[in-house]
């Protein structure tokens, strides 16, 4: 399978969200990244059901959506109605993780499950073969623009070990910081999916930095 590249709409232009809904539609994007933030699971807001109804009006691409809020499963339906295709929780957010994860699926959407940078894979032994995606997280949660954290490497190397071992099937999806720098040793290391804001959104060429970044992922 091709390796994927999810450039997160957090780093878009919100004054231009339609431009860049449709540069993304036009890019080698594989998926939109949606970051959803509560202000209380992670210390930052970042935008709700109204702007994501206005991306998913426009996207024509898989709604990887990527849940930083306490108590998930209040809304699984609504971001199920709103059109997204995977609902990401965290690990850390859920107290009864595997019924929530069922819930994810029983409203129709992929499950996935993310880690902060401080927690083991080795949490998800008992899980894993529900898991549709692991979001393995390489900064802290809550904003765009930080900088790569080094042991992310190790991380998707034993999860990637975790899912052989266990004969389960999930992706592994990488996100924060994720550059030119970090893309080919992430995939080396067993990554699927890699999620990148700042990297694609800041630069000159957007659509020639998601194409080259995609090539370097499946080089
Ligand atoms: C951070 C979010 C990320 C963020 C990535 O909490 O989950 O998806 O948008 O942004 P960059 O690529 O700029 O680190
Ligand atoms: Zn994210």
Redesign the pocket.
């Given at each position: 399978m091709s390796k994927l590249i999810a450039p997160?709409?957090?780093?878009a232009d919100f004054g231009n969200l339609q431009r860049d809904c449709e540069m993304l539609n036009r890019s080698d994007a594989d998926w939109f990244?949606i970051?959803i933030?509560d202000g209380v699971f992670?210390p930052?807001i970042s935008y709700g059901m109204p702007v994501l109804d206005a991306i998913t009006k426009h996207a024509t691409k898989t709604i990887d959506t990527?849940l930083?809020i306490v108590d998930p499963d209040r809304y699984v339906k609504t971001f199920a109605d709103l059109g997204c295709d995977i609902l990401t929780v965290h690990f850390e957010a859920c107290t009864h993780l595997h019924r929530t994860i069922q819930n994810i699926k029983a409203n129709g959407m992929k499950a996935g499950v993310?880690l902060n940078p401080h927690t083991s894979v080795d949490h998800l032994k008992d899980t894993i073969k529900d898991i549709d995606l692991v979001?393995i997280?390489?900064?802290?949660?809550?904003?765009?623009?930080?900088s790569?954290i080094e042991n992310t490497y190790d991380k998707v190397k034993e999860l990637k070990a975790l899912i052989e071992s266990k004969g389960a099937s999930c992706l592994i999806e990488v996100?924060?910081?994720?550059?030119d720098k970090n893309a080919k040793q992430l995939i080396d290391a067993g990554a699927d999916v890699l999620?990148?804001?700042?990297?694609?959104?800041?630069s000159a060429d957007q659509e020639k930095t998601i194409k080259e970044l995609r090539a370097l992922a499946n080089s």
């Open positions: 997160s709409v957090l780093a990244h970051d933030m992670v930052n990527h930083m993310a979001l997280m390489s900064v802290n949660p809550g904003f765009g623009g930080q790569f996100d924060g910081g994720v550059t999620v990148a804001g700042s990297y694609v959104f800041k």
